[in-house]
């Protein structure tokens, strides 16, 4: 009767573990599935912030060398201040994706590429007193757009294709 007694109360205690056991192996599966879930809807949103500001500067830098070229060809009024228009509106575009980026990406590399391309753009405002003044403005703003994209590919690359040390 001991001995039945003693099975029972092992088997009873071993029950119990299990479920222990069981239950925190899915509490930590749970767990690490949110971290997952969390990790990737943060980078869906850097990668958005990213995209966003790139777009949004290449639509300004277009407006700015339209704008910049019409006045170069002495294009009517009219023409000038429509083209004006069309460069705040994209410049306005601009803030949001811009207050993204930075709320959502901490790497100075980033950051700081993202503002070298805001200020290059920006510049093409002021850079047309000649037709090459105006071109030169575009390019450097181009390749401040391909550095902040290039930069912004090498932060959001997934860790699993990081190289790794060994």
Same mark, same amino acid.
């Given at each position: 009767?001991?001995? *039945? /007694? ?9 029950? /119990?573990?299990?479920?222990? =056991? ?12 949110? +971290? =997952? ?8 949103? #850097? ?16 407006? !700015? ?5 019409? =006045? !170069?060809?002495? $294009? ?6 429509? /083209? ?6 994209? +410049? ?8 993204? !980026? #930075? ?17 290059? *753009?920006?510049?093409?405002?002021? &850079?047309?007193?000649? *037709?090459?003044?105006?071109? &030169?403005?575009?390019? $450097? &703003?181009?390749? &401040?757009?391909?550095?902040? =994209?290039? $930069?912004?590919?090498?932060? /959001? ?10």
């Amino acid at each position: 009767m001991l001995t *039945t /007694l003693a099975t029972a109360a092992l088997a009873i205690i071993a029950t /119990l573990l299990g479920a222990i =056991v069981s239950g925190r192996y899915q509490e930590r599966a749970a767990e690490r599935s949110v +971290r =997952v879930t969390h990790g990737e809807t943060i980078r869906r949103a #850097r990668l958005e912030s990213v995209t966003a500001l790139a777009c949004a500067a290449s639509d300004h830098r277009r407006a !700015l060398w339209m704008r910049g070229d019409a =006045v !170069l060809k002495n $294009a009517p009024t009219e023409r000038v201040e429509t /083209l004006r228009g069309e460069s705040h509106m994209t +410049r306005s575009a601009i803030t949001r994706p811009l207050v993204a !980026l #930075r709320v959502l990406v901490e790497d100075q590399t980033v950051r700081a590429a993202a503002d070298h391309m805001i200020t290059l *753009t920006y510049a093409i405002r002021n &850079a047309h007193a000649t *037709t090459e003044e105006l071109t &030169a403005a575009r390019e $450097a &703003a181009k390749n &401040a757009h391909d550095d902040f =994209v290039n $930069a912004a590919a090498r932060y /959001l690359r997934p860790a699993s294709t990081h190289p790794t040390f060994e």
